[in-house]
Each structure stands twice: as structure tokens, then as C-alpha cells.
């Protein structure tokens, strides 16, 4: 059981902020798959006050998990998402009726759920989308992020019933790796 404490007037931390329930989805994923990787002082963000927990302490999860677990432990944790109660923003998210729509709804609603990080999702075509993961303060974001992300955009075009939805890697070689078929 942890500790919900509110984090209503808390001030903004120096490494910007994320979603808090993003942020309680990677936390239960570890808890299921890889408790070891979780620090044993870990309170659970508040989800009910505020929407907002540190985005470093997030990313220093992802990372960690991706230097034990790989590309395949970031991307399980999408599967986590599927069993997510009701949650204004994916609520919203989950009654898109077109991918395009979907897209739209992230893109809007992804300024008020993370302060730097950001996703553009251009058309590419029928049914693909070109993805593009960066900060708006400059620099890159990691790869453990992108995976996350890459996972919950699929789950959610899968929930919206998309069919054939895939993630897809084109390095500059050019020759392609799949990440998600599903």
C-alpha cells in the first residue's frame, strides 16, 4: 500500500513535470514485472489533486528499467494501460473515432500533461503516421521515453480500433525494425 499524499501548492520542480498517472502506470508496470527496480522509499504520485508528478523521477524509472530489461520491459508496460480504470484524459483520448483524431487530442492535450516533452504525429500516407519525439527546451529525449510513448500511442489506436497498428523503426540505413505488431 503507498502513501497518496496531496501535492496541491507544491512548487515546480527544476526538471519539469509529467503526468501523474503516466507516472503511477510505469510505477505499477515495475511493481508487476521488476519490483527490484523500484527505490524502497517509493510513494505513489497523487492523482486526484493534481495532475502533475516530477518528470525526472519518471524518466530515472525508465531508464533504469530499460538498462535492466531492454527495449522489451518499456514496451510490456504498455500492456498495463489496457487495464486502466477510468482517467479523464484517456477517456477522452479512447473516444476518438479516427487515428487523426486521436492524434489531435494528444497533441493538444500533451502541453498540459508534460512540461517539455513532446510528440508530433504527422499523416504519412493512409493509415501511418510519421513520429517525431523531442523537448521543447532543446535536446533529446531518451530512448526508454520514446518506447513508453510509442507504446501508449499504439494501445490507444488499438482501443479506438484501429486495425494492423504497428511501430516501426527506419534508422538512416534505412532498412526497417518493428518494435510493435499488434
Given at each position: 500500500?503507498?502513501?497518496?499524499?496531496s501535492t496541491?501548492?507544491?512548487?515546480?520542480?527544476?526538471?519539469?513535470?509529467?503526468?501523474?498517472?503516466?507516472?503511477?502506470?510505469?510505477?505499477?508496470?515495475?511493481?508487476?514485472?521488476?519490483?527490484?527496480?523500484?527505490?524502497?522509499?517509493?510513494?505513489?504520485?497523487?492523482?486526484?489533486?493534481?495532475?502533475?508528478?516530477?518528470?525526472?523521477?519518471?524518466?530515472?524509472?525508465?531508464?533504469?528499467?530499460?538498462?535492466?530489461?531492454?527495449?522489451?520491459?518499456?514496451?510490456?508496460?504498455?500492456?498495463?494501460?489496457?487495464?486502466?480504470?477510468?482517467?479523464?484524459?484517456?477517456?477522452?483520448?479512447?473516444?476518438?473515432?479516427?487515428?487523426?483524431?486521436?492524434?489531435?487530442?494528444?497533441?493538444?492535450?500533451?502541453?498540459?500533461?508534460?512540461?517539455?516533452?513532446?510528440?508530433?504525429?504527422?499523416?504519412?500516407?493512409?493509415?501511418?503516421?510519421?513520429?517525431?519525439?523531442?523537448?521543447?527546451?532543446?535536446?533529446?529525449?531518451?530512448?526508454?521515453?520514446?518506447?513508453?510513448?510509442?507504446?501508449?500511442?499504439?494501445?490507444?489506436?488499438?482501443?479506438?480500433?484501429?486495425?494492423?497498428?504497428?511501430?516501426?523503426?527506419?534508422?538512416?540505413?534505412?532498412?526497417?525494425l518493428t518494435?510493435?505488431?499488434?
Open positions: 500500500m503507498h502513501r497518496a499524499p496541491k501548492g507544491r512548487p515546480e520542480t527544476a526538471d519539469g513535470w509529467t503526468s501523474s498517472g503516466l507516472t503511477a502506470l510505469v510505477i505499477r508496470g515495475l511493481e508487476a514485472r521488476r519490483p527490484d527496480l523500484l527505490p524502497p522509499s517509493l510513494v505513489m504520485p497523487e492523482c486526484t489533486h493534481t495532475a502533475r508528478a516530477p518528470a525526472g523521477f519518471k524518466t530515472d524509472l525508465l531508464v533504469k528499467a530499460y538498462e535492466a530489461g531492454g527495449a522489451a520491459l518499456i514496451l510490456d508496460l504498455r500492456e498495463d494501460l489496457k487495464r486502466v480504470g477510468f482517467d479523464p484524459i484517456l477517456h477522452v483520448l479512447r473516444r476518438s473515432q479516427t487515428p487523426a483524431v486521436l492524434a489531435e487530442k494528444w497533441q493538444r492535450f500533451e502541453r498540459y500533461t508534460h512540461s517539455t516533452n513532446r510528440l508530433d504525429l504527422t499523416p504519412d500516407g493512409p493509415g501511418a503516421f510519421e513520429t517525431r519525439r523531442y523537448k521543447n527546451t532543446g535536446g533529446d529525449t531518451h530512448p526508454a521515453e520514446d518506447l513508453l510513448m510509442f507504446g501508449v500511442i499504439t494501445t490507444l489506436l488499438e482501443q479506438i480500433g484501429a486495425i494492423g497498428v504497428s511501430v516501426k523503426l527506419t534508422p538512416e540505413t534505412g532498412e526497417q518494435l510493435i505488431e499488434a
